[in-house]
Structures are given as C-alpha cells and as structure tokens.
C-alpha cells in the first residue's frame, strides 16, 4: 500500500514540476506514472552505479556533483519516453531539484500518514 501511494504521488509530483517550470512537459497522468516508474527505478539501479563510479568528482566538488547525477538520470528517464519531455540539461537539473524537494514532503507525509 505505502509503495503505491509513493508512486502515485510521485506522479502528481512530477505533474506539478510539469506545471511550476515549463522546461519539463508531461502529456497526461499516465505518462506521469511510467515515468515516476522509470525515474524511480534509475534512481535504485544506476544511481549507486553512478555515485560510486563518479566517488572521486563527487568528493572533489564537496558533493555538488550529486547534482548533476541527479539531473542526467531525470533527463535520461525523459529522453526514453514520449510522453515525458525536458528541455536539455539544465532544464533536467532544475527540474530535478524541484522533484527532489516535492519528494521529501511526499516521503515526509506518507511516514506521517503511514
């Protein structure tokens, strides 16, 4: 249950990003939900792939390269779909902070409410 109400509100999160910033585009509430599918699952598969992959840059940087990461899966997740668009790299770094920051409170009230 608290796995699909997470997925859930992350597609209406992502329906938000859509909303607040126009360099990310979603057609409709389906494509939101695969893509909250795709980008979830990029963040379990490659992200510690990639973190670790990229530990020397990321310590460098003092972590801001987590940033980046961030934002190459959440263009990554768009470029594999039709439904889901962003408009180059640092439109998929601003709108991956967005999402980042919308799913800490999402996270935040599904504990609450779970």
């Given at each position: ?63 801001l ?45 599904v504990?609450?409410?779970?």
């Open positions: 249950m608290k796995l699909i109400l997470k997925w859930l509100l992350a597609a209406c999160a992502l329906l938000l990003v859509a909303y607040l910033y126009p360099g990310v585009q979603i057609q409709s509430f389906t494509a939101a939900l695969i893509a909250a599918a795709v980008i979830g699952l990029f963040n379990v598969v490659l992200r510690p792939v990639l973190v670790i992959l990229t530990l020397p840059v990321t310590v460098i940087t003092l972590g390269f987590l940033f980046v990461i961030n934002a190459l899966l959440f263009w990554a997740a768009a470029s594999l779909m039709d439904g889901f668009g962003v408009n180059g790299f640092w439109a998929a770094m601003l709108g991956s902070l967005i999402y980042s920051a919308l799913m800490l409170v999402v996270d935040a009230a504990k609450a409410i779970l």
